[in-house]
């Protein structure tokens, strides 16, 4: 077949194939998820999701959802939960209860990419510095969080969830905050959806997406370690 789709089968090399490349949003099939290639895949532009019994599928969309930070948008009456102290912040506290409280979320539901192999794979990187936790706390609970992966000044959100109403909203809106503070760019969302709307993200051409990438990258040094609430 002449149009028939070409995506890349990786081996043991490390390198990704540019992006535009990529089939549907599909660009790449199989190697691994050892901290190198996950740290080249971020900056590359690419992200990891497959089912549990899936190959390990890499991905590239067309469109990338992303928050600028001046765009976060803040219900009245989230600003009234915001003011109540309802829920305490803390950062990268309980970074694999949050990753587990995610995949569990969403395997009770529409089912998980977060596999025990993913969750493995991130705890590694929150071993190195690289991946964070915001997370919302209730009268010595974790309540709400989410997660995700810092390189240079860019953090690539990777998923959230709430065992009370708006606790990721909250963890969302002080990691918009946090990266206010710390001259960072905008969040990336990866895919689209309603809530990720709500809170004031826009989808824009994956060109665009590779621009913003490049520019923080390249705009200060990566922040490694354990993260603090403070500057």
């Known amino acids: 077949m002449q149009n028939a789709p070409k995506v890349a089968l990786l081996d043991e090399t490390i ?10 949003g599909l660009l790449a099939i199989g190697g ?24 390990i599928l890499w991905w590239a969309p067309e469109e ?3 928050l600028f930070l001046d765009s976060l948008h803040i219900a009245k009456s989230m600003r009234s939960v915001l003011n109540s ?19 569990d979320v969403r395997s009770s539901t529409e089912g998980t990419w977060i ?16 991946a964070h936790s915001f ?15 810092s390189i240079g000044c860019m953090f690539f959100g990777e998923s959230m969830f709430s065992a009370e109403s708006n606790a990721s909203k909250f963890c969302f809106i002080q990691l918009v905050e946090w990266a206010k503070a710390n001259g960072y760019g905008p969040i990336d969302c990866q895919i689209s959806n309603s809530h990720l709307l709500s809170l004031g993200a826009e989808i824009i051409p994956r060109e665009a997406y590779a621009k ?18 403070h500057k």
Do not use: M
Not at 15 to 24: C, K, L, Q, T, V
Not at 85 to 103: G, M, P, S, Y
């Open 32 to 55: 691994d998820l050892t901290e190198a290639r996950l740290i080249a895949a971020y900056e590359h532009g690419v992200f990891p999701w497959y089912g549990e019994n899936d190959p």
């Open 212 to 229: 913003l990438l490049r520019t923080y990258l390249a705009a200060g040094k990566t922040r490694r370690g354990k993260w603090t609430i």
């Open 115 to 130: 596999s025990q192999d993913i969750i493995e794979a991130y705890i590694r990187l929150h071993d190195l510095g690289l």
């Open 135 to 149: 997370e919302a706390w209730g009268d010595g609970k974790l309540v709400g969080g989410l997660y995700g992966v």
């Open 15 to 24: 390198a990704f194939p540019p992006i535009e490349e990529a089939w549907e």
């Open 64 to 66: 990338r959802s992303v």
């Open 85 to 103: 102290n309802r829920f305490e912040l803390r950062i990268d506290t309980a970074f694999e209860h949050v990753i587990q409280a995610c995949a």
